[in-house]
């Protein structure tokens, strides 16, 4: 497949008992490789984008949320816009990490949280997250780092019994790179995307395919895709739903597209004028993953192993 990485960002745009349903699913390898230049680095840009928005919305009178760690990660020189109105980020924002940690709260035991992210997403150290959580953070490994070293120079801290773990986007094998993290198939997972630098349809598709291999059945996937997605597949924005539906589907997902401006209004504010080139939703899974299936599948063969031992031939 074509990577995701390497590809021309425009600014503050940043970028979620079994039956026949539940069919073994085959593994893909998956290659993201990119030669990423130095402070051209688009991919950097972006990233510093977004955390800009952030940095602005903390800003605010009344932000929507804070980001401490934000001012670190943009340069001093940034340009302030305090308008009346919210930026869709900060609404798409606000809205992820509200879904995030309202989901996490109503999992028992580990929790497994999966961001799918543009290297400086700063919500493993600002989010109040329960206890035994532990955040995979699948993004280009050289922003990560840059952001990393930053975040480190001013204390920044996730809380105490949660751990983060790093996953190169440009892994030759993602799956099998979540799994020698300690990736649990069997255990329940939460996956938000917003900011993952997606070039292609197909490098989309990969990716959906990966998290429909690796997430529980009733397991959510959520956040925002760039609306080009679509656009480039059908050519009808009115049809985006429709496309939405079948592209989620054909990988087990169940999805809603969430409408920015409804957002906005739950959160008492106004949208900021403009378009805005991406898609917010939420997908729940309906298959089980390949470590459920396998479960599943040595439980059976041992008790049907069992019932041959006791002289019986059927179950």
């Not at 589907?249 to 008492?268: H, P, T, W």
């Amino acid at each position: 497949m074509e990577c995701l990485l390497g590809y021309a960002h425009a600014p503050l745009t940043p970028i979620i008992c079994p039956s026949p349903i539940y069919a073994s699913k085959t593994r893909r390898n998956v290659s993201f490789r990119a030669k990423l230049s130095d402070e051209s680095d688009p991919l950097l840009q972006s990233a510093i984008d977004a955390a800009s928005l952030r940095f602005q919305e903390t800003h605010r009178p009344e932000p929507l949320f804070v980001d401490p760690y934000a001012g670190c990660l943009v340069p001093p020189n940034i340009k302030m816009d305090l308008k009346k109105s919210s930026h869709h980020y900060s609404v798409a924002t606000k809205f992820i990490d509200d879904k995030l940690l309202r989901t996490a709260n109503h999992m028992d035991g580990l929790k497994q949280v999966v961001l799918l992210t543009d290297g400086m997403d700063t919500r493993p150290y600002r989010l109040n997250w329960p206890n035994s959580t532990v955040i995979f953070d699948i993004s280009p490994e050289r922003v990560f780092k840059k952001s990393a070293q930053k975040l480190d120079g001013v204390g920044a801290k996730i809380p105490r019994s949660c751990l983060l773990l790093q996953v190169p986007l440009e892994s030759s094998d993602l799956e099998k790179c979540l799994h020698a993290k300690g990736f649990n198939g069997n255990q329940p997972s939460i996956w938000a995307m917003q900011g993952l630098p997606v070039m292609t349809l197909a490098s989309f598709e990969e990716i959906l395919f990966i998290i429909s291999n690796l997430a529980m059945n009733g397991c959510f996937f959520f956040g925002e895709l760039p609306a080009w997605l679509a656009e480039t597949e059908i050519g009808i924005k009115s049809n985006t739903k429709k496309w939405m539906d079948k592209l989620f589907m054909s990988n087990g997902f169940q999805v809603d597209m969430i409408s920015y401006n409804e957002a906005a209004k739950s959160l008492g504010r106004e949208l900021a004028p403009g378009d805005y080139k991406n898609i917010l939703f939420v997908a729940e899974q309906l298959r089980f993953s390949n470590e459920q299936m396998e479960t599943w599948r040595r439980e059976f063969q041992r008790v049907e192993e069992e019932g041959d031992e006791d002289g019986f031939e059927e179950l």
